[in-house]
C-alpha cells in the first residue's frame, strides 16, 4: 500500500495489486461531525491498516481480481486513553462483473485471546471462568478469561497469561500454554472469527491443564477480581468441566471446548 495523501478529511490511498503496480485508488473520507483528530487516529491505526491489509492477503476478497474496494466512510472511533480503541466504518466493496455491493458495516476491535483453564482436583476437572457485566447483551456472562492485545506487537501468549492474573489471580507460565487455534488449518489463519458479518474480531484460544487441591478451587470460587480503574468488576466462577458446555452461551467457552475435544480426539495435545 503506498502512502496516503490527505486533503482535509478526505485520504487517497492505493491498494497492491498483483504484479506490485498501483490500483484504482481508493477514497478514505471522514463521516460528518468527526473530527480531524479522530479520523487520523482511526486511519493511522493498527486496527484500519490491519483489515486493509487482510482484503489483500492471500485469502483475502481483494486478491481474486473479481471484486474491489470503492469507498470507505470512517464513521467513528473510540479511544482507550491515548490508543486506539474501536473504529466504525462502511466499505463500498462491488463484485465488478454484476455490480452487486456486499454488506459492508465493519466493527473493528482487532485480535483477542481467551483461555480455557482445566484444573484436576480428586477425581474431577474444573474450569476457572469469569462473571461480567456485559452492557451490550445486557446480563452477566460466565466466559472464559480474555482479553484483547494492548498493543501492535502481537503478543499474543503473554497477552493470555496477563489477562488469566488479572481476571483469575492464577499465575501461569507461557509455557505450560497451547494454543488451541493453532491446530486449525494455516488458511483460517489460526483464528477463530466469532461474528464476521459485522466485527473483525479474531480470537486465539489457549488451553492449560494443571492439578491442584480442592482448597485452591474452594479459594477460586466467588473471588472478586478485575482492574476496577479499566471498569472491571469480575466474579471467579468455577465449574465441573462435563456441565460447562450447558451453563454458558459464551462462544468463547463452546469453541474452546469443541478444539480442545478434537484436538485430543486426533492426539494433537502434548503429552505431559
Known amino acids: 500500500m503506498t502512502t496516503p495523501t490527505a486533503t482535509s478529511l478526505i ?5 497492491n495489486v498483483k504484479g506490485g503496480e498501483k490500483g484504482t485508488p481508493v477514497e478514505i473520507i471522514a463521516a460528518p461531525g468527526l473530527s480531524h483528530h479522530d479520523f487520523r487516529m482511526a486511519i493511522e ?8 491489509e487482510n482484503m489483500q492477503c492471500e485469502t483475502g476478497i481483494l486478491t481474486y481480481g473479481d471484486m474491489s474496494l470503492k ?3 470512517v464513521q467513528g472511533v473510540d479511544m482507550f486513553g491515548k490508543r486506539t480503541g474501536f473504529v466504525k466504518f462502511k466499505a463500498d466493496v462491488i463484485h465488478d462483473e454484476t455490480g452487486n455491493q456486499f454488506m459492508s458495516i465493519v466493527f473493528s476491535r482487532g485480535a483477542a485471546v481467551a483461555v480455557l483453564i482445566l484444573l484436576d482436583s480428586g477425581n474431577e476437572t474444573y474450569v476457572v471462568l469469569t ?4 452492557v451490550p447483551v445486557g ?16 503478543d499474543v501468549i503473554g497477552t493470555a497469561v496477563r489477562e488469566v492474573e488479572e481476571e483469575t489471580g492464577i499465575k501461569l507460565k507461557m509455557s505450560d500454554m497451547v494454543n488451541l487455534t493453532a491446530f486449525l488449518e494455516p488458511a483460517t489463519g489460526g483464528k477463530v472469527f466469532p461474528s464476521p458479518g459485522g466485527c473483525d474480531e479474531e480470537l486465539s484460544l489457549f488451553m492449560y491443564k494443571g492439578e491442584v487441591d480442592k482448597e485452591v478451587i474452594d479459594a477460586l470460587q466467588g473471588k472478586e477480581t478485575g482492574l476496577r480503574d479499566h471498569g472491571e468488576l469480575i466474579k471467579v466462577r468455577v465449574v465441573p468441566y462435563d456441565k460447562l458446555w450447558r451453563v454458558t452461551a459464551d462462544m468463547k467457552v463452546l469453541s474452546a471446548v469443541a478444539l480442545y475435544e478434537m484436538s485430543k480426539r486426533d492426539g494433537l495435545l502434548p503429552s505431559k
Open 11 to 15: 485520504q487517497t490511498i492505493h491498494l
Open 45 to 52: 491505526s493498527s486496527l484500519f491498516k490491519k483489515w486493509l
Open 71 to 73: 469507498r470507505v466512510l
Open 131 to 134: 462473571e461480567q457485566v456485559r
Open 139 to 154: 446480563r452477566l456472562i460466565l466466559e472464559l478469561p480474555a482479553g484483547m492485545l494492548d498493543d501492535d506487537n502481537g
